[in-house]
């Protein structure tokens, strides 16, 4: 489980972070012949989301580079996050995480409130950006009773901490069913993402405790109600390829927000696409692997500058650097797809390696 120490001007952090290549998913060092993915993951989950993706034969032919954002998400520790915590401030810490690992220009893959941060780095130091993947994108302006549904999730979710020694953990149960439905729609999970729920929860329940609940509502509220949004004349500063993913059953955004949001880039004069996953909720990247991760492989061929068929066979065998962690949580290689979605929420404390 390798850290790095970082400083930035929002306090010091040590991020939990993985590095994998085509020949090892715990790499000490990215392969400098190759390109580098590094993804972001959404609020409130942790790496552990891209699963699906780390696991990809035809994508660990990069180097793919993640890590927990601060805030009390994963294995991540350090100084809070201080209250006006947000996009800007997020992406200083990812290029200071850049520099530490000594990483590339990338391509940059992100879901959710992650793609805020991304896009906020393309446009503070676009020259650190090769390509944006945008999966189910927060870029404009969130909806009112958006806000309200995050507002009602966090106060459920301090309502469950009374006090210091007191945890209702059917108050967490219902806040937990409140995010599940925006992230996933369904209150139904497959088996998949109910093992990343059992490694999240415990870890949640510690790190956002009675103690933290200003970095509860730091990470999982005002970050998403006080984001900016950015006129056109700032996204003219991005100068690499955007593909924008949405799903149609998201039940927070319509199709016409990820389309309002290709029309902006393109009068930037950004080159952008939008490809639409049918039937995918918010958080698609779990249960939809299939349908993004060769979107994905091939948006990076097209926009690499390395000859990657000469210098990256696709590996035979691969394994996810989280494949341990998800079967002790419950999960069973073959159980990930939409179509095995039979669980209903249930928080249960499984300790996870990033506990350890």
């Given at each position: ?107 940059f893959v992100a879901m959710s409130y992650g793609t805020t941060i991304v896009v906020q780095l393309a446009v503070m130091q676009p020259e650190r950006v090769l390509s944006l993947f945008l ?54 999970v497959s088996p998949l993402v109910m093992a990343m729920f059992n490694i999240t929860y415990p870890i949640a329940m510690s790190k956002w405790d009675y103690h933290h609940l200003d970095q ?141």
């Amino acid at each position: 489980m390798p850290y790095v120490e970082v400083t930035s001007s929002t306090g010091k952090t040590r991020f939990k972070y993985t590095i994998c290549t085509p020949s090892s998913e715990k790499a000490k060092e990215i392969d400098q012949n190759l390109p580098t993915l590094l993804f972001i993951h959404p609020i409130s989950i942790a790496e552990h989301i891209y699963h699906p993706q780390f696991c990809d034969s035809q994508l660990r032919r990069f180097n793919l580079v993640s890590f927990d954002l601060r805030g009390g998400h994963g294995g991540t520790t350090g100084d809070r996050v201080p209250p006006n915590y947000g996009q800007v401030e997020a992406a200083e810490d990812t290029i200071k995480l850049m520099d530490a690992l000594y990483l590339p220009p990338c391509h940059f893959v992100a879901m959710s409130y992650g793609t805020t941060i991304v896009v906020q780095l393309a446009v503070m130091q676009p020259e650190r950006v090769l390509s944006l993947f945008l999966i189910s994108h927060l870029c404009l302006e969130i909806h009112p009773e958006i806000a309200e549904g995050h507002q009602e999730v966090y106060d459920l979710w301090v309502s469950a901490f009374p006090d210091e020694s007191t945890v209702l953990t059917d108050v967490i149960y219902d806040a937990g069913f409140g995010n599940t439905q925006y992230m996933f729609t369904n209150p139904k999970v497959s088996p998949l993402v109910m093992a990343m729920f059992n490694i999240t929860y415990p870890i949640a329940m510690s790190k956002w405790d009675y103690h933290h609940l200003d970095q509860f509502r730091a990470m999982n509220l005002d970050c998403y109600i006080n984001r900016k949004s950015h006129p056109k004349s700032t996204l003219a500063r991005i100068n690499c390829p955007v593909k924008l993913v949405h799903g149609d059953d998201d039940v927070a955004y319509p199709v016409s927000y990820a389309e309002k949001f290709l029309r902006r880039l393109e009068e930037a004069g950004v080159e952008a696409s939008l490809f639409e996953v049918t039937g995918a909720p918010h958080y698609l990247s779990p249960d939809y692997a299939t349908c993004i991760n060769p979107i994905l492989h091939d948006f990076v061929l097209q926009n690499s500058r390395f000859d990657l068929p000469s210098r990256a066979p696709v590996p035979s065998c691969v394994v996810s650097p989280w494949e341990d962690a998800l079967r002790q949580a419950g999960w069973k290689s073959g159980d990930g797809d939409t179509d095995s979605s039979s669980e209903d929420l249930v928080i249960h404390p499984v300790v996870s390696h990033e506990q350890k």
